[in-house]
């Protein structure tokens, strides 16, 4: 089983920058087993997948494509979320989840029901 943990919200002004932070823990975790991913959700909306990274190859939703950046710390096992150029559309709770690399095929990466594990959530609210 794996534990992740969020960290990193906030609120900022648009067009200003955030990193979130996701912690992985287990015994006997091999990042290289796992596909991560950053998904966020607002109220009364679907959880939606933001970014991905599966084995060092790097995806991201058109919404956040040329402005957010996903990278994994594997000594650390920790995932980050650069997010830059914000607007208020980017305003959501931010969930970091992971998956064994087989449920992470081309189809399934953005899919919540495809993630096994999930973090809490951290807040990230841009104001315009």
């Known amino acids: 089983e794996v534990r992740l943990v969020e960290s990193g919200g906030g609120s900022v002004q648009s067009g200003e920058s955030l990193r979130l932070s996701c912690a992985a823990s287990?015994?006997?975790?091999?990042?290289?087993?796992?596909?991560m991913g950053w998904f966020r959700q607002t109220p009364g909306k679907e959880r939606e997948g933001v970014a991905n990274?599966?084995?060092?190859?790097?995806r991201f939703a058109d919404s956040v494509k040329g402005r957010f950046t996903i990278s994994q710390d594997k000594i650390k096992r920790i995932m980050y979320l650069q997010m830059n150029s914000l607007t208020a559309e980017d305003t959501a709770i931010y969930y970091c989840?992971?998956?064994?690399?087989?449920?992470?095929?081309?189809?399934?990466?953005?899919?919540?029901?495809?993630?096994?594990?999930w973090g809490h959530g951290t807040q990230v609210t841009v104001s315009s």
């Open positions: 989840a992971a998956t064994p690399v087989p449920n992470c095929s081309s189809g399934a990466r953005f899919a919540p029901t495809n993630y096994n594990f």
């Open positions: 287990v015994s006997g975790y091999n990042i290289n087993d796992y596909c």
């Open positions: 990274i599966d084995r060092g190859v790097t």
